[in-house]
């Protein structure tokens, strides 16, 4: 059996003050945590050609992806498949920070009538397991969990990498805290 567990963070077209509905995803970020030795094995970003927006100039400011980045991407289709043969997405079990990712990625797969990635594997919500593991009334943004824990952020917030890399720092200190 693996010890490994994928821990994903997506970015999607955006522009402000318009809802996430129909938005396309243009990176998969991804770390590859193994629970056994309690280690970041891997951390990568795919940047993906969005397939019914441009990149507006709100969600270059906030992402720092490009349009110019997202059109030397590769498809949707590709980057599900580079999931599911390099990380082997539909045996491990995957984890995000909140439902968001989870539902944004099952609706592009919809709309594009391309399988799911994941498959019938376990997600884990990162974010209710920190609510939890902290006692906290609310659940918090990552940003937050990560100051609670006295961590800085390295890296440039919301990019896929960035985040996946620090939303698995998050999920190994709470594996630590569990194996005491």
């Known amino acids: ?81 580079i999931l599911h043969k390099e990380y082997a997405s539909s045996n491990r079990i995957w984890g995000s920070w909140g439902n968001f990712d989870k539902h944004i990625i099952q609706d592009q797969c919809e709309r594009e009538n391309v399988p799911y990635p994941f498959g019938y594997v376990t997600h884990l919500n990162i974010k209710t397991l920190f609510k939890l593991y902290k006692n906290l009334k609310i659940e918090v943004d990552m940003m937050k969990a990560l100051q609670i824990l006295g961590i800085q952020h390295i890296g440039t917030h919301h990019r896929g990498d960035n985040d996946a890399y620090h939303i698995s720092f998050i999920f190994l200190e709470i594996l630590k805290k569990l194996r005491l």
């Open 1 to 81: 059996m693996s010890t490994l567990i994928n821990i994903c963070d997506v970015e999607c077209t955006c522009d402000k003050g318009h809802s996430n509905q129909n938005a396309d995803i243009i990176e998969f970020g991804i770390s590859v945590v193994d629970y056994r030795s309690l280690e970041i094995v891997k951390t990568d970003s795919i940047i993906v050609k969005p397939t019914t927006q441009n990149i507006s100039s709100y969600c270059t400011t906030l992402t720092s992806i490009t349009q110019e980045m997202v059109d030397e991407g590769i498809t949707f289709t590709e980057a599900c498949s």
